[in-house]
């Protein structure tokens, strides 16, 4: 009978490695453990017996028309209705994403281009708006430029005003001084000369003035229109400002409508892309679908043969149920075996320890003995040769006592077990060997 090197036992719920090399043969003298390892190869045959004709009866039935049960086939039925199901709806959902992705595409293409008409609106609203302040700022310069000359012209009139007013002052201190050699008509003809003369005076400083007012009124209303013109130059820059403004805001919302655009046509290829992989799917489960009701068809053409194997299958199954309880028991009983073998085995290492232990103890005994044999066997030789002879006639002083003597003084050298100093492994009744002696 062989063993292994290394055996696994399950002891206490784990795995545990038994080396059993070394306890072979104490392990082999045990007849109750003979019985159980020839019990064992018995069922372990029976076993592979079994276990083959199950395999037989596997390769037989894989030998005729493999068809999966009409359980089976129906769960796969029901598996692709499920997923047909499921992606159908996945598919409605991407229709409905992406007819909406569609509308608000469309609705920001109007807010787009509704902005874009805005933008180009208030870029008309500030072109115009900037041709008017150019008009007017053409308008002041110009009136600017026509009330210099105005301005001119005033002056050149208050100056011929105030020349008029002198001369007119001087006639009338002429004619306040008196002439007494004139005659009446010469004087007459000078006052009347005069008369005209300040007549035409007094038109020219009518007509003066009335041309000062008329410039005066001109320049009022020059004014007031440069300061009308002035406030709407600073109307429209006001407008011009709150336009570019809104201009500004229109270009960003038209930036954020180009990128929200953007993500809209990308989240539209994207739900195509789904679409088109759903598409597919959706082919493949109905080849799939099309495919199992073939085979669906053929299985309940085959399903009736196969009942009678199912029912000749359940009946040996339920024998091969019977046969693994039996052998579960059989298994069982093993179990206990192995236990009460091992715990055989730990008491055997036990006995084995002790052992060792003793033969440790009597070993260091012989050696003690040995030594002391050795000590006074060398004793003894010496004594012999110091033993006189007849033959000299003369007698020597024995040296003997000396040796012991010496011995004694000596005896650390030699160390000397006592017989109370036996370890408990050891037994208590052990005899003194031959030729120690008892005074030691």
Not at 21 to 29: A, F, G, N, R, T
Not at 93 to 106: D, G, I, M, P, R
Not at 404 to 416: A, H, L, N, S, Y
């Amino acid at each position: 009978m062989t063993y292994s090197k290394t055996c696994y036992v399950k002891c206490n719920g784990d795995l545990k490695a038994l080396d059993v090399e070394k306890l072979c043969k104490q392990i082999e003298d045990i007849p109750e453990l003979k019985e159980i390892l020839i019990e064992e190869e018995t069922v372990s045959q029976c076993l592979q017996k079994n276990i083959t004709g199950v395999m037989e009866i596997a390769q037989k039935r894989e030998g005729r028309a493999v068809v999966q049960p009409e359980n089976k086939q129906d769960d796969d039925m029901m598996e692709n209705s499920e997923r047909f199901t499921e992606l159908q709806g996945k598919y409605d959902a991407l229709l409905k994403t992406s007819e909406t992705h569609e509308v608000k595409n469309h609705c920001l293409q109007m807010d787009f281009n509704t902005c874009r008409a805005k933008c180009k609106l208030l870029n008309r609203k500030i072109d115009i708006i900037q041709e008017d302040k150019d008009n007017l700022d053409q308008k002041y310069h110009d009136m600017i430029r026509e009330k210099r000359p105005l301005q001119g012209q005033n002056d050149g009139l208050q100056e011929n005003m105030l020349r008029l007013q002198a001369e007119n002052n001087e006639l009338k201190e002429h004619l306040r001084t008196p002439i007494s050699n004139t005659s009446h008509d010469a004087l007459e003809g000078y006052n009347n000369m005069h008369q005209k003369y300040h007549d035409m005076i007094r038109e020219s400083i009518k007509i003066h003035k009335n041309q000062q007012e008329t410039h005066l009124a001109s320049i009022i209303v020059l004014e007031e229109i440069i300061t009308t013109c002035q406030k709407e130059i600073t109307g429209q820059q006001e407008n011009i400002k709150v336009l570019q403004t809104q201009n500004n805001g229109l270009k960003e919302d038209i930036k954020t409508v180009r990128v929200q655009n953007s993500g809209l046509q990308e989240d539209i290829k994207t739900v195509r892309v789904q679409n088109n992989g759903l598409q597919e799917d959706i082919k493949t489960v109905r080849v799939q679908n099309n495919g199992l009701q073939e085979d669906i068809k053929k299985v309940q053409g085959q399903n009736d043969g196969l009942q009678e194997n199912m029912l000749r299958l359940r009946a040996k199954n339920n024998e091969l149920k019977e046969i693994k309880v039996t052998l579960l028991e059989q298994s069982n009983r093993y179990r206990e075996y192995i236990k009460t073998v091992h715990i055989k085995n730990n008491n055997l290492k036990e006995n084995q320890q002790t052992v060792q232990g003793k033969n440790n103890g009597l070993q260091a005994r012989e050696q003690t003995v040995e030594t002391q044999s050795n000590a006074l066997n060398e004793m003894s030789r010496t004594n012999a040769n110091e033993r006189p002879t007849e033959a000299s006639g003369t007698q020597k002083k024995p040296t003997f006592w000396k040796k012991v003597k010496w011995f004694f003084e000596r005896k650390d050298q030699f160390p000397i077990v006592p017989a109370h100093h036996v370890s408990s492994d050891q037994p208590e009744n052990i005899e003194p060997e031959p030729g120690c002696s008892s005074w030691i």
